[in-house]
């Protein structure tokens, strides 16, 4: 892997941290609280849309459940250890007791309860965060369908003719509904800030559902390992505004380049594409016949060969 | 024959470019150096070792005394040593990806994409199937025969041939450093991209026939281990009389034989996909990759618990004997773990919640899983209870087990995080998942294991490990795996993808630093170990424990010798009671001879099982470079002396009466005449293996 193939489209161009290479490692550990929590911000815990925010509660207050599962074993392992060392002579030693009912009953039930309130919120919120549920809301859905190719994403937005290479752009606050498969191996779509993630498979279409509440730009990427550039696989995500969207469309549609079946065939070349790709225009039914290539199911000649 | 057909006939894919320092010849970059150099490190160690042993002339008694041995303590003492190896290249790994990650944050760092892809493949593919599953297979065959007063295990003959099908695929993953390459498609090799289109090399060959023969080994070490708790049980010794460690060696026996067929049918379905153009799992003509997936963490999830119930009954062993107590809640213990048994079987596709099933359907097994987390709670909650009201002293082991209950509950808590489905989804495949499962299997497997091997080592050698070491090693691994993987968890939260051999948010740079410094803790913890061990073989005159029971513990293998004579014991012991010995020692019975002793009669050493496990990795490497002449050979060699031994009828030998009646009175004799120590000397010199009887009662 040459340098330029790690030019990566999501550089954010903050200043360097020379400062930290040259640290020392107690210097490093120093440093952690004051710059090192900036990093959650690219996760789910610096949600920018319904459903990352409805996660980012989730885990909360899950975390604060476990907190009190943690407690009693955190408190009592140590407790028990030195109150009861052997050097300790005025502690108690009762080698033949090992059982007692009412402690079995405080080993066993609250632990029981806890899961069942966890089962509950789980059962709930796995049916209200269900990736394929459409979200409430009073605009239609922006339609696009997403193509996992090594090691780039494919884009296409059937309502509008166009689509585009590992850019992907939506208006805020418009649902966006997901239709995705792959053209090649299994890789997994995600968000952090937006969403969670999704696998994309050849011959098979899955789906999601996201949305943002602010204009921004968020890193999108594959987490699923499929290949030398995988590490490269990011792709920018950009909410804009209903006016910059159009004029993103517009823009697309200038370039006058269309995605068709050869142009397709040459994106599924094993490649790290760093710049975005737009298309003006967009063989209809490409992602029909994209699912077609391998269905499963459905005998094809040898489809594709990488390479 | 064209040259090009001869030479494919003789060598099949093999050529120059084959060899790492080839390619490093050509291309001297870091990363090919670094290949060369792990390479020549596997010829220069089997070079040195061939030259040691000849040196030395331990040729004879290492084929004569161990390879051919049947005896279920050589061979458990053999699977560690194979683990032990092991996990010296797969730790070493661990830093080096640590390394990269670390330097790779806007910077190409130091090894390839292809390299890196490698590292993480061959590190999960070794830590599971070739240091976990050798290390408690060897724990679990040198105690459970001991622990229920048996001789030996069920068939001592498949036991030999477990070990070297075992070690015929740990030689194939060592041969892959040396010659060719491995897969790069992680230790879970999902298909389509280790299929033949992706990628057409070796590697994921190597990959598919080392976990074949390694999971083969591991079915034969489930039934053996299975039948010989249900069979060869002394008088006495009903299955609630059993140590605890023998009840999560039984658990974890059932879960390899059932756990262990889709894992080895779904390697065979593969490679019958790369070698025969099936399309079981291929995009096209019908395949379906889901099956793979499906089919692999079926095997996958109960093997966490294969990995981890073993660890489970050392710290309920170690917890009571170093509390000098019985164990809290035997019974809930027992029945947590056949519980944890059978639910494993329910959970599997928690592995898989983002593949787009229907909320239904995740909703199920996300409950499922939680519901694991009680048993284990409880589990937990024993081992504290033992504690209480007990006289604990804090040796290594001990040392390790608290550091278990403390960390693992912390891995146990983030597995709760991700069995809910909608957090799955936004840390699934990160670092949070790796730190997750790097959580649980750090502290329940490896220290469980560690610990294993520090409390069981005198009983298996003679005489103690060095204290000291214990400790500095102790400290070691528990501060690196903080540092390690605290940092992975904060990572993950961030959304970086795991398995990336670069990063592109500097964000990332300061706890990827942290990380990197726990690694070479983690590492220093492995040095530290080996030290220990070399510190202690040559003090070993000072601290020998011949009577056998260096901690005053419980269980019925501490009622002999250190080390243990053949046949384990002069006569098969009667028992009465849980823990037996430790009630032996209280009615003052214990070291008592024999009313008479009998002629044993003990299996004779056999070459089958190298030989099988030989050909088997023959057949496997014939395979993986296409040399098909190699392959039958190899077939025809692991079936052969299969065939051979049926014809043979003297495989036994008898010891007399009067050499075992002498060799128990010898012992018998000694520990009339020891000193025993009290408590507070266990660690110091003073400690011949024979213990001061503990007051019964102490009021408080």
């Known amino acids: ?307 | 024959m064209s040259d090009d057909g001869l030479w494919f006939f003789l060598f099949g894919r093999l050529n120059a470019h084959a060899f790492p320092f080839v390619r490093a010849w050509e291309n001297p970059n870091l990363s090919e150096l670094i290949g060369a150099f792990a390479g020549a490190l596997v010829v220069v160690g089997a070079v040195v070792l061939v030259a040691l042993l000849t040196w030395k002339q331990w040729w004879r008694p290492l084929f004569l005394d161990w390879v051919t041995s049947l005896d279920h303590k050589k061979i458990g003492i053999m699977y560690i040593v194979i683990a032990g190896v092991m996990l010296s290249r797969a730790l070493v790994e661990a830093v080096l990806m640590r390394a990269q990650q670390s330097l790779a944050v806007d910077a190409p760092g130091i090894v390839t994409p292809e390299h890196f892809a490698q590292l993480f493949s061959t590190h999960g593919t070794i830590m599971i199937f070739f240091m976990a599953m050798p290390f408690l297979t060897g724990l679990i065959n040198y105690v459970v025969p001991l622990q229920i007063g048996a001789r030996d295990v069920a068939f001592p003959l498949l036991n030999s041939i477990s070990l070297m099908l075992t070690a015929g695929g740990a030689g194939l993953v060592m041969i892959s450093l040396a010659v060719g390459e491995f897969s790069t498609g992680g230790w879970s090799g999902y298909p389509p991209y280790t299929g033949k289109v992706f990628q057409p090399g070796v590697g994921p060959d190597y990959w598919i026939w080392a976990i074949t023969l390694s999971s083969l080994g591991t079915t034969f070490s489930g039934l053996n281990f299975a039948a010989t708790i249900y069979k060869k049980r002394c008088p006495g010794m009903h299955l609630t009389r059993m140590p605890l460690f023998c009840w999560t060696a039984l658990c974890t026996s059932i879960l390899m034989i059932f756990a262990m067929p889709p894992l080895t049918l779904a390697t065979t379905l593969l490679a019958l996909d790369r070698y025969l153009d099936f399309h079981f799992f291929t995009n096209d003509l019908g395949g379906n990759m889901m099956n793979y997936v499906n089919l692999f963490w079926l095997f996958g999830h109960p093997e966490v618990y294969i990995l981890i119930l073993p660890a489970f009954g050392v710290y309920s062993e170690v917890i009571s004997a170093f509390s000098s107590k019985e164990l809290y809640g035997y019974k809930s213990l027992a029945a947590a773990t056949m519980v944890i048994g059978v639910l494993s079987f329910t959970v599997w596709l928690h592995h898989f919640f983002t593949m787009g099933q229907s909320a239904d359907v995740n909703a199920f097994f996300g409950v499922a899983t939680m519901t694991i987390a009680i048993p284990t709670g409880v589990k937990i909650y024993d081992w504290i209870w033992t504690m209480f009201r007990g006289e604990v002293r804090f040796t290594a082991p001990m040392l390790f087990s608290l550091a278990f209950i403390v960390t693992f509950v912390l891995g146990g808590l983030s597995g709760i995080l991700l069995a809910i489905p909608p957090i799955d989804f936004v840390v699934h495949n990160t670092v949070f998942l790796v730190a997750h499962f790097h959580n649980v299997l750090i502290p329940g497997l490896l220290y469980g294991m560690i610990a294993g091997y520090m409390y069981w080592f005198p009983k298996a050698f003679g005489f103690r490990l060095s204290e000291i070491w214990g400790r500095i090693s102790f400290g070691f691994w528990v501060s690196g795996f903080y540092l390690a993987f605290m940092p992975l968890y904060v990572l993950g939260l961030g959304g970086m993808a795991r398995r990336s051999q670069a990063l592109f948010e500097p964000d990332y740079r300061p706890w990827l630093f942290v990380a990197i410094v726990g690694a070479f803790l983690l590492l220093a913890g492995l040095v530290t170990l080996f030290v220990q061990l070399w510190v202690s073989v040559r003090d070993r005159e000072a601290n020998r424990v011949p009577v056998g029971d260096p901690w005053d513990a419980r269980s019925l293998e501490w009622s002999v010798s250190a080390p243990p004579p053949e046949y384990n014991f002069a006569t098969i012991p009667q028992v009465d009671r849980l823990d037996p010995f430790y009630w032996l020692k209280e009615r003052k019975e214990a070291y008592k001879p024999a009313d008479h002793y009998q002629a044993i009669v003990m299996p004779k050493n056999s070459w089958v099982g190298p030989l099988v496990g030989l050909a088997g990795a023959v057949c496997a490497f014939g395979l993986v470079w296409h040399i098909w002449w190699l392959t039958i050979l190899g077939f025809i060699g692991v079936w052969a002396p299969v065939v051979a031994r049926s014809f043979v009828r003297d495989v036994h030998r008898t010891i007399s009466a009067s050499e075992v009646e002498a060799t128990d009175r010898r012992w018998l004799d000694l520990a009339r005449t020891t000193r025993p120590v009290p408590r507070e000397l266990e660690t110091e010199p003073a400690n011949l293996g024979l213990a001061r009887p503990f007051p019964t009662q102490v009021p408080s």
């Open chain 1, 1 to 307: 892997m040459t340098d330029t193939a790690l030019a990566d489209p999501c550089r954010s161009g903050r200043p360097g941290r020379a400062a930290l290479r040259l640290a020392s490692l107690s210097a490093i550990v120093a440093l952690l609280p004051l710059g090192g929590c900036s990093v959650l911000d690219h996760g789910v815990l610096g949600a920018a849309g319904p459903v990352a925010d409805q996660t980012r509660s989730l885990f909360l207050l899950v975390c604060t459940i476990l907190l009190f599962v943690a407690a009693p074993v955190l408190l009592l392992t140590p407790i028990f250890a030195w109150h009861y060392r052997l050097s300790n002579t005025k502690s108690a030693y009762r080698p033949q007791w090992g059982f007692n009912w009412p402690l079995e009953g405080f080993i066993w039930i609250p632990p029981a309860i806890i899961v069942v309130v966890l089962a509950v919120l789980l059962w709930r919120d796995t049916h209200k965060l269900d990736p394929y549920k459409p979200l409430a809301s009073p605009y239609p859905p922006v339609e696009v369908q997403v193509v996992a190719l090594d090691w780039k994403w494919l884009f296409i937005y059937p309502d509008e003719g166009v689509a585009s290479v590992n850019e992907f752009v939506f208006p805020v606050d418009r649902p966006v509904h997901l239709s995705l498969t792959s053209g090649t191996v299994m890789q997994s779509f995600f968000v952090p800030q937006l969403a969670g993630q999704i696998y994309a498979m050849a011959g098979m279409t899955t789906q999601h559902n996201l949305a943002a509440n602010r204009p921004g730009r968020f890193r999108g990427e594959n987490t699923q390992f499929n290949g030398m550039g995988f590490q490269n696989q990011k792709f920018p995500v950009l909410a804009k505004s209903t006016d910059d969207y159009a004029s993103w469309l517009a823009q697309a549609r200038s370039g006058r380049k269309t995605l068709d079946e050869g142009a397709y065939a040459a994106l599924t070349a094993r490649s790290i594409q760093a710049e975005p790709i737009l298309f003006g225009s967009v063989t209809p039914g490409l992602f029909q016949t994209i699912l077609a290539h391998d269905d499963p199911g459905m005998p094809t000649a040898h489809g594709h060969h990488p390479k």
